[in-house]
């Protein structure tokens, strides 16, 4: 991570709160028969038949051109314009120059230093070939729950994603087992979705997909914590996930292989620090300034991609992608401003996606599972 212009005014805000759980389904063990936002009926599906080729380019791509898609299709690309393009891998200049390599840039991952490995359209990381899955299992919180409203749950980017990977691997089982409000630690403790998911040890070849480690970010910024203070938060937030991630593909719990992809965090504030930009963010307990943790939202994506990279397993750039689509898209000053026009794809709760960030969310991790 390297910090310029000498500023800490940055981030430190949210991803995946429960705000707003109205009409919110856990979906715990359940298949995906179940009622709820996993079940996936194919009104609204962001796919539109899109189990096509990973490379892009061609209508149906996984690039998320599908004509289908909720997101208007070309949302694809987390360098917010490359979205279909083929052409083999990227590095962190063709996927981030944006946000992250422009004179506004004040924090700034290094990605490099754990491997890069950008998949062709920048939505995430190309660390497994994904092949032959027999079930899916969705974990995580409230971005993966679906909030019920104002997004109606056959809008929720899982049932989207459901709907693209039932085409792609026909006859494959899904459930989930995220619950709204979850943090980290509660893959293991508190709501134990791995054990409600995972009773036993799992014969079927599976894909793993969450979200998860906004609700902890969000309780750093709602304390406003000193980085002193935040660090062990966030020392125990990657040392849970890690551990989550480790048991998901070890050998011994999938004895027939199993693959993981999951999202970073992303935040309401376009990098600004801004916790009242968005009008309901009192709700939440979230107002005012925070700037003393500078970077460390930054650290914390540095820190999954390390986890990706050292565990053969991939991660959407969700944070990259929804960054100048915030509160403060309209800043042109700030770091992630990407055009007067850009629309906010965070709802009214300041922390769920709207209609259209959540089509792109289930663009991003099928692209990502399909190359």
Same mark, same amino acid.
């Given at each position: 991570?390297?910090?310029?212009h ?16 109205l ?16 079940? /996936? &009926? +194919? #009104? =609204?599906?962001?796919?539109? $038949? *899109?189990? %096509?080729? !990973? @490379? /892009? &380019? +061609? #209508? =149906?791509?996984?690039?998320? $051109? *599908?004509? %289908?898609? !909720? @997101? /208007? &299709? +070309? #949302? =694809?690309?987390?360098?917010? $314009?490359?979205? %279909?393009?083929?052409? /083999? ?31 062709s ?24 729950v ?30 989930s ?24 040890v ?29 660090q ?106 990407r ?23 289930a663009?991003m ?7």
């Open positions: 991570m390297r910090i310029t000498g500023s800490s005014g940055i981030i430190a805000a949210l991803g995946a709160a429960s705000l707003l759980s009409g919110a389904l856990t979906g715990c063990g359940g298949s995906d028969d179940a009622a709820g936002p996993g079940a /996936g &009926g +194919a #009104a =609204g599906s962001a796919s539109g $038949g *899109a189990a %096509g080729s !990973a @490379s /892009g &380019g +061609a #209508a =149906g791509s996984a690039s998320g $051109g *599908a004509a %289908g898609s !909720a @997101s /208007g &299709g +070309a #949302a =694809g690309s987390a360098s917010g $314009g490359t979205g %279909g393009a083929s052409g /083999g891998a990227k590095t962190f200049s063709d996927c981030f120059a944006n946000i992250y390599e422009n004179p506004r840039s004040l924090v700034v991952p290094n990605y490099d230093k754990f491997g890069g490995n950008y998949n359209t920048c939505s995430g990381t190309n660390n497994q070939d994904i092949q032959g899955v027999e079930r899916v299992v969705f974990l995580g919180d409230s971005i993966t679906g909030p019920g409203f104002p997004t109606p749950a056959n809008l929720v980017y899982r049932t989207l994603l459901t709907n693209r990977l039932k085409q792609r691997f026909p006859g494959v089982a899904v459930s087992c995220a619950v709204n409000g979850a943090k980290v630690d509660d893959f293991f403790s508190g709501d134990r979705q791995i054990s409600k998911c995972f009773p036993g799992e014969q079927k070849k599976t894909l793993t997909i969450f979200t998860m480690g906004g609700n902890d970010i969000k309780s750093v910024a709602g304390d406003k914590l000193s980085p002193a203070a935040a062990p938060v966030i020392d125990k937030m990657i040392t849970d996930l890690r551990a989550t991630i480790e048991w998901l593909k070890d050998p011994v719990n999938f004895p027939n292989g199993s693959y993981v992809v999951f999202a970073n965090v992303y935040e309401y504030t376009d990098l600004t620090g801004d916790l009242s930009s968005c009008p309901a963010a009192g709700t939440a307990g979230l107002s005012g300034q925070y700037l003393a943790a500078a970077g460390l939202i930054t650290q914390i994506r540095e820190k999954y991609m390390q986890i990706a990279s050292e565990t053969g397993t991939d991660m959407i750039f969700m944070g990259e992608d929804f960054c100048g689509r915030g509160y403060h898209s309209k800043d042109a000053g700030g770091q992630c401003y055009g007067p026009n850009t629309p906010n794809w965070f709802d009214i709760s300041c922390i769920h996606p709207t209609n259209d960030g959540h089509a792109h969310i663009d991790f099928f692209e990502t599972i399909a190359e």
